[in-house]
């Protein structure tokens, strides 16, 4: 099972980017998918989650009204999209994927069995 993430990069304050999680040896289509972040220094850190219907979604607080999380399990792919970025938002974003294969949405990182790489986002003020 692999989980690649992509579409990071370097964006201005108040820019955007879409982030891409990519799934080989796994179905997304019957996995809870969850995207986090981790900023030097600092633990990793809940970002955004949606259940494997793609009804229902949770985010953190302070991406909330910004970052939108979506996936097509046609193609095996989940996205973040993230709008307004703050430098705060500096982090390598990390995409994984539960296996229980329950209808839920997962805000725990404990809940996630399978995790990609990470992709590195960075926000300048």
């Known amino acids: 099972v692999q989980l690649q993430a992509s579409g990071g990069g370097l964006v201005q304050g108040g820019g955007s980017l879409r982030l891409s999680c990519a799934a080989s040896?796994?179905?997304?289509?019957?996995?809870?998918t969850g995207w986090f972040r981790q900023a030097p220094g600092k633990e990793r850190e809940f970002v955004a989650a949606?259940?494997?219907?793609?009804?229902?979604?949770d985010y953190a607080a302070s991406v909330k009204g910004r970052f939108t999380i979506s996936r097509d399990n046609a193609k095996n792919t989940v996205f973040l999209q993230m709008y307004s970025l703050k430098p705060e938002d500096t982090a390598v974003y990390y995409c994984?994927?539960?296996?229980?294969?329950?209808?839920?949405?997962?805000?725990?990182?404990?809940?996630?069995?399978?995790w990609g790489q990470g992709t590195q986002v960075t926000v300048s003020s």
């Open positions: 949606i259940n494997w219907k793609g009804t229902n979604t």
């Open positions: 040896g796994i179905s997304f289509a019957y996995h809870a």
């Open positions: 994984a994927a539960d296996s229980s294969q329950f209808d839920n949405v997962y805000a725990r990182s404990t809940e996630y069995e399978f």
